[in-house]
């Protein structure tokens, strides 16, 4: 039986169910935290800071919590991770509720949040290919359903939630997300263990960390499929920067609008998340991926030129659906060719760098706009993606993608089948550095 034709594995649908759960929550209280902030101050920076808190802890322990979750069992960190967030998320409720919140304690909140949302995605970034296998075919499939969730709840149902929930009380987005967590812990909890990639070694945090980021930067696969996030939060930051601003000075819409707007590169996403495997089929991973990637140029040019609301929204939908059908090709190749051992730190590398990109995206953005015009980001913005493309076009290769899924094993067997040894191909061979990485030589064979 081929890969389109077998079915995901039962425990699939407890963790799609759980991630659609958590995501209603992150979408309540994506919008709930800065109307909380918002209570409190009209300071811009202070409201930045809520922002930001929630990012540094990607920027700061990223390849180290990589790391940490290639230590640990990877389904236990997932549930203690969302557990620890529920309980997390009753200390500001209760200080809602007695009226002593402070934007001090939300910015520490948005932190921990954040530490846990990097425990919990790269601990579910790694345990996807134990659950379902390393067959590329599935691994969509399932990244497909994960991600059109994803979208639909934290873009689509979790914000206007959050907004109406905040009407009833200043505690009651923040409890109806801490219950969403638990109610996540408790399906995680009853996910299938999985064997630890790797036993009790001897080599230092910081080594192991170090041997997990140098696989990424020396193996020009995974670096390409890292610079395509990392420059790609470059150029959409710095139009998310100023697109409120373009969108009411050049293209004349109204707060009401400005969401319908938003809301039509969301849809863009759950389209291109759902067509994502028709296009690996049909054109190959790696072509795809190329593709989708100079949609996404063009896609912000068509914007940057639009002469009406309706031609902005359709360039955003379309933009939406190249980053959909990205993110979807795009941590699926990863899993299905990177050792079982490394998945964590090379899931946290790719996500840090992505994260640090955006900070200098948002500044671009500012700086552009400030010194030029409104639409010179936006202009900026393509022109990076486009040059973005051409240069991880060979990195990314149909060619390079089925070498790689050669020599990892990916060859559609069932779960139970070969988790992928080190790369040799394009990732393999003795300067490949997992080779000199010490916890490789006492990894179990997940077999």
């Known amino acids: 039986m081929t890969s389109d034709l077998r079915k995901l594995p039962t425990g699939f649908g407890r963790l799609w169910t759980a991630q659609t759960i958590s995501s209603l929550g992150d979408?309540?209280?994506?919008?709930?935290?800065?109307?909380?902030?918002?209570?409190?101050?009209?300071?811009?920076?202070?409201?930045?800071?809520?922002?930001?808190?929630?990012?540094?802890?990607?920027?700061?322990?990223?390849?180290?919590?990589?790391?940490?979750?290639?230590?640990?069992?990877?389904?236990?960190?997932?549930?203690?991770?969302?557990?620890?967030?529920?309980?997390?998320?009753?200390?500001?409720?209760?200080?809602?509720?007695?009226?002593?919140?402070s934007i001090p304690l939300l910015a520490a909140v948005a932190f921990l949040l954040g530490l846990g949302g990097l425990f919990f995605d790269t601990a579910a970034t790694a345990y996807l290919p134990d659950l379902v296998g390393r067959d590329p075919a599935l691994l969509e499939r399932a990244n497909s359903r994960l991600r059109s969730a994803q979208t639909a709840m934290s873009g689509f149902a979790g914000p206007p939630a959050g907004s109406a929930l905040l009407a009833l009380g200043r505690a009651v987005p923040l409890l109806a997300d801490a219950v969403s967590f638990m109610l996540s812990a408790l399906l995680v909890r009853t996910l299938p263990a999985m064997p630890r990639p790797v036993p009790e070694v001897r080599e230092g945090l910081l080594r192991q960390a170090r041997?997990?980021?140098?696989?990424?930067?020396?193996?020009?696969?995974?670096?390409?499929?890292?610079?395509?996030?990392?420059?790609?939060?470059?150029?959409?930051?710095?139009?998310?920067?100023?697109?409120?601003?373009?969108?009411?000075?050049?293209?004349?819409?109204?707060?009401?609008?400005?969401?319908?707007?938003l809301t039509a590169e969301a849809t863009g996403g759950l389209l291109g998340a759902g067509i994502a495997?028709?296009?690996?089929?049909?054109?190959?991973?790696?072509?795809?991926?190329?593709?989708?990637?100079?949609?996404?140029?063009?896609?912000?040019?068509?914007?940057?030129?639009?002469?009406?609301?309706?031609?902005?929204?359709?360039?955003?939908?379309?933009?939406?659906?190249?980053m959909g059908a990205t993110m979807v090709l795009a941590p699926s190749l990863r899993q299905a060719v990177v050792p079982a051992h490394l998945m964590g730190r090379v899931a946290s590398t790719s996500r840090m760098l992505a994260m640090c990109a955006a900070p200098v995206g948002a500044f671009l953005g500012g700086w552009l706009a400030t010194a030029y015009d409104i639409r010179t980001p936006l202009y900026a913005a393509a022109v990076l993606l486009l040059a973005m493309t051409a240069v991880t076009a060979s990195m990314t290769s149909n060619r390079r993608v089925e070498a790689a899924l050669r020599a990892a094993g990916a060859t559609g067997g069932p779960p139970g089948g070969p988790a992928g040894g080190p790369p040799g191909g394009p990732a393999g061979g003795p300067d490949d550095p997992a080779a000199k990485d010490p916890s490789q030589e006492s990894a179990p064979d997940l077999r």
């Open 27 to 101: 979408g309540v209280s994506h919008a709930a935290l800065p109307l909380l902030a918002l209570t409190l101050t009209r300071n811009p920076m202070a409201l930045a800071v809520v922002t930001a808190a929630g990012t540094l802890p990607w920027l700061l322990f990223g390849v180290l919590g990589g790391a940490l979750v290639d230590r640990w069992d990877r389904r236990r960190t997932m549930w203690v991770t969302d557990a620890a967030r529920a309980v997390l998320l009753a200390i500001p409720a209760v200080a809602a509720a007695l009226d002593v919140l």
């Open 211 to 261: 041997a997990g980021a140098s696989y990424v930067f020396r193996d020009r696969l995974l670096l390409g499929l890292a610079l395509r996030p990392a420059v790609g939060n470059i150029a959409f930051l710095a139009v998310e920067t100023v697109l409120a601003l373009f969108a009411h000075d050049r293209l004349g819409i109204d707060t009401y609008g400005f969401g319908l707007l």
């Open 277 to 322: 495997s028709f296009l690996g089929r049909r054109l190959g991973t790696g072509t795809a991926l190329t593709c989708t990637a100079a949609v996404e140029g063009l896609a912000i040019l068509g914007l940057a030129t639009a002469p009406n609301p309706y031609v902005a929204g359709l360039a955003l939908a379309v933009c939406g659906a190249g």
